[in-house]
């Protein structure tokens, strides 16, 4: 089953999240189309600046104004490239050259992580972090914009941690990073990761667009994971937190649509259209930086 797509221009997204007590309850045209939802990424997935799991460099990746006096840079894996496509719009809006460093699984923080699809400890994000850490110090930005997934696999010692002990060591790993970018003299801006949905969120919407409530989330299951790098955002009095929840959330539950579009496209990613329809918001949150 699927639902008919609605132009761009007619989908209000993040800007119906006013109503996020009273949810959509159905949808007759939606964007983007659930069996499009996977393949609805950013401009930046399309150029090759989510580095590949065995690959260790990023290639330019420079948006928005290239000569610009403004640089800032968004740094983590895909869960901070999902706020690409709202970036780059606040980029051209704002002139600021754009610089996007990002590598599929590989979390911010300094830790060594277990890589699923490849089987071992994933020693090339090890390497690219170190690599990503050292050009964003030449970069000499004006402020650093950084996100992960909450719930890698961390190998100590050899061994992999189970999931509490993995989250402590996230949690130092990643305040260890931000205390490295902090000393950039860049204002760093950590983005709270998304929630976490227990389904397919497109498959279930396609199912039940007249019965949007079947797909929405629990909020307490999805934020359920541990809020590591808001923790380690906290450990710092000039480092910036953002927390998107109480646009992506009521108090009870998680829309799989708001304003006529598919917030997730697979996983806990949401889809680059939903992506754009919260420049506004990353605009009213990220004030001009201006460098220490």
Same mark, same amino acid.
Do not use: M, Q, W
């Given at each position: 089953p699927t639902v008919p797509e609605a132009p761009e221009r007619e989908v209000a997204g993040a800007e119906a999240a006013q109503d996020r007590d009273r949810p959509q309850k159905d949808v007759e045209a939606i964007r983007p189309e659930p069996r499009k939802a996977y393949d609805d990424r950013s401009r930046m997935h399309a150029d090759g600046c989510l580095v590949e799991r065995l690959e260790t460099r990023s290639p330019e990746c420079v948006y928005g104004d290239p000569n610009s006096d403004t640089t800032v840079v968004l740094f983590g894996d895909s869960h901070a490239m999902q706020h690409f496509p709202a970036l780059e719009a606040l980029a051209r809006e704002r002139g600021w050259r754009l610089v996007g460093l990002t590598k599929g699984a590989c979390p911010p923080a300094e830790v060594l992580t277990h890589?699923?699809?490849?089987?071992?400890?994933?020693?090339?994000?090890v390497e690219w972090r170190e690599r990503t850490l050292e050009r964003i110090a030449r970069e000499k930005p004006d402020m650093i914009v950084t996100s992960s997934l909450a719930t890698y696999r961390v190998i100590k010692n050899g061994e992999p941690l189970d999931r509490r002990e993995s989250a402590k060591e996230l949690e130092k790993g990643y305040a260890s990073t931000l205390d490295k970018l902090r000393r950039t003299g860049a204002k760093v801006v950590v983005v709270r990761d998304v929630p976490h949905p227990d389904r397919d969120v497109p498959d279930?919407?396609?199912r039940f667009p007249d019965r949007l409530d079947e797909c929405a989330l %629990?909020?307490?299951? %999805?934020?359920?994971?541990?809020?590591?790098?808001?923790r380690a955002a906290e450990a710092f009095s000039d480092v910036e937190l953002l927390d998107l929840t109480p646009v992506l959330c009521g108090e009870k539950k998680c829309p799989a649509v708001?304003?006529?579009?598919?917030?997730?496209?697979?996983? %806990?990613?949401?889809? %680059?259209?939903?992506?754009?329809?919260?420049a506004p918001w990353f605009g009213k949150h990220l004030q001009e930086p201006a460098r220490s």
């Open positions: 890589e699923r699809s490849l089987g071992r400890e994933y020693r090339e994000c279930c919407v396609s %629990a909020r307490g299951k %999805a934020l359920g994971y541990h809020p590591l790098n808001v708001i304003g006529d579009v598919l917030v997730y496209r697979n996983g %806990a990613h949401i889809t %680059a259209t939903f992506s754009r329809t919260l």
